[in-house]
């Protein structure tokens, strides 16, 4: 039978455009979770035309009507996320970065070297982050073989969407919190993979939900050994996902200079490309700067998950968006660790995902666009909330604080020192996790062919959230803008939710078109 959801829909296009549809008719596969159609404007009294269109009979189609105040959207994109950090939320906020992880976050992420501690905590992780909205997470384990398969097996067991990597960290960590050897690091991260791949798919899925992900922890955690040893693994295998930090706070950054001056990096694995165009890149190696660091060993690429970029030089920005490689802007941990604002619309400004996907998959890389891909990652515990609404809240708020100290936003450009509009939040959220994440094609938007993992939020009073002005009270109270057309209606109800929404708006949390999570599923 096909499920068939009626009523509003609001569905990422581009950095400035998303679609808003008030009378949607979207159609899920039963047997593969896809979906199969979607139908833009549809009347009710049209209804059951539009379904004989698709062959389908009131035997055939289980309908689900959404009520006015209620939509449909892509289900969130966590890009950046510590599953072992979550107890710690709110803890430790007087600290800085290098601070806090001494004093707050290696004695939490110690105690999971218990495999049955690190379940029982996982099961709670897990289920906030899906009710929170999140259909996809990169989630950082700990060093822990054991624990961090052990979170794997959770995600899988219950339904969602992951990228799970166990960190690799061989020098300056605490000694009750270090691995023993490059080689030992490797050796663990060798059998995650394996028992990643090994999880059993999902019902009526081929591709699995559940891959494993590089995860050197961050460029000062790891010898020169341990990151050579990574970049060979990454050579290796290409489908392999990687993730880690870089430029988040001033004293990482000289650290991790310290550590890797230009003349002890190897030259990289793979040439810098010569384009010829605005931002071109000049075929340097980038050594002395931190992504010249990662790049010497080959840990950047189109699959790579880079956290933070709060203090980027241009030479860094040329050197990823050239590799290819994606940010994740994690606002709430700036701010709260006081690291700095992204300037985020700088970097969309030097690679606006426009075209990218005339491209064939076969054609030269140095055919193709280059871009920079930016999207959001809550960053808990260093962000005190594991929810992305809080973190496109914080974005905007970053952006207005970055537009603020320039007040004369440079000429041709459309970005940079602006404050970000709804549709720039929403696709950061959403389609732009999928583009980091390397999965543009599966999941990010309502669109046929892709996944069906997606959010029903409401914005009504029984939503139970007071923060939240329900639309049906505008109605009670006779205050609903009668002249406002259902498209522009649909607008504010998004902005209602956005500005402040939190996890009771989320009715329902879908993945692969099953129904994992949401204020509905638990009651």
Not at 341 to 350: E, K, P, S
Not at 465 to 471: E, I, K, L, R
């Amino acid at each position: 039978m096909t499920t068939v959801f009626y009523g509003a829909l609001i569905t990422p296009v581009s950095l400035t455009e998303h679609r808003t549809l008030p009378h949607a008719l979207l159609a899920v596969a039963r047997d593969t979770g896809d979906i199969a159609w979607v139908e833009d404007d549809v009347h009710p009294s049209a209804l059951q035309d539009a379904l004989a269109r698709h062959g389908l009979g009131a035997e055939d189609v289980d309908v689900v009507e959404l009520k006015l105040g209620e939509f449909l959207m892509p289900g969130f994109i966590d890009t950046h996320i510590h599953a072992p950090q979550v107890p710690n939320i709110g803890s430790g906020q007087q600290y800085e970065l290098l601070d806090w992880l001494d004093h707050v976050t290696f004695p939490m992420e110690a105690r999971f070297a218990d495999a049955d501690f690190a379940r029982r905590t996982y099961t709670s992780v897990i289920k906030r982050t899906i009710d929170y909205g999140s259909t996809t997470c990169c989630y950082y384990g700990t060093l822990h073989l054991d624990g961090t398969a052990a979170l794997a097996d959770v995600i899988h067991a219950y339904g969602q969407r992951a990228f799970v990597g166990k960190c690799n960290m061989d020098r300056n960590s605490p000694d009750y919190y270090v691995e023993s050897s490059a080689d030992a690091s490797i050796a663990a991260t060798h059998a995650l993979i394996a028992h990643i791949r090994a999880l059993p798919p999902p019902p009526g899925g081929a591709e699995p939900l559940v891959r494993p992900i590089l995860t050197p922890r961050f460029a000062i955690s790891c010898s020169h050994e341990l990151l050579g040893k990574l970049g060979k693994l990454a050579e290796a295998d290409p489908a392999l996902h990687i993730q880690t930090h870089i430029s988040e706070n001033a004293g990482e950054i000289a650290f991790t200079r310290e550590l890797f001056p230009p003349d002890s990096l190897p030259a990289p694995p793979k040439p810098l490309p010569m384009v010829n165009g605005i931002d071109g890149v000049k075929g340097k190696s980038g050594g002395g700067t931190y992504a010249g660091v990662y790049d010497a060993f080959g840990m950047l690429r189109e699959n790579t998950v880079l956290a933070h970029a709060v203090h980027l030089d241009e030479e860094e920005v040329r050197i990823i968006k050239a590799r290819g490689a994606g940010i994740s802007h994690c606002p709430t941990s700036n701010f709260n660790l006081r690291s700095g604002c992204a300037r985020v619309g700088m970097l969309l400004d030097h690679g606006i995902k426009v075209g990218r996907g005339s491209f064939p998959a076969y054609a030269p890389f140095l055919l193709r666009p280059l871009v920079l891909q930016v999207s959001l990652g809550t960053d808990v515990s260093g962000g005190f909330s594991p929810s992305i609404l809080a973190a496109m809240q914080h974005a905007s708020m970053c952006s207005k604080v970055v537009a603020m100290q320039s007040p004369h936003p440079p000429p041709n450009t459309r970005f940079t020192d602006r404050q970000l509009p709804i549709a720039t939040l929403l696709y950061l959220a959403t389609q732009g996790g999928a583009d980091v994440c390397d999965m543009r094609d599966r999941v990010g938007s309502l669109a046929p062919g892709k996944a069906f993992d997606a959010l029903v939020v409401s914005v009504r009073s029984d939503a139970g959230n007071p923060a939240t002005w329900g639309v049906d009270m505008d109605l009670e109270l006779g205050v609903r803008d009668g002249g406002k057309s259902a498209a522009v209606e649909l607008e504010n109800f998004l902005e209602r939710f956005l500005f402040c929404g939190d996890d009771r708006n989320i009715r329902r949390v879908y993945v692969q078109g099953r129904l994992i999570g949401g204020k509905e599923h638990r009651a």
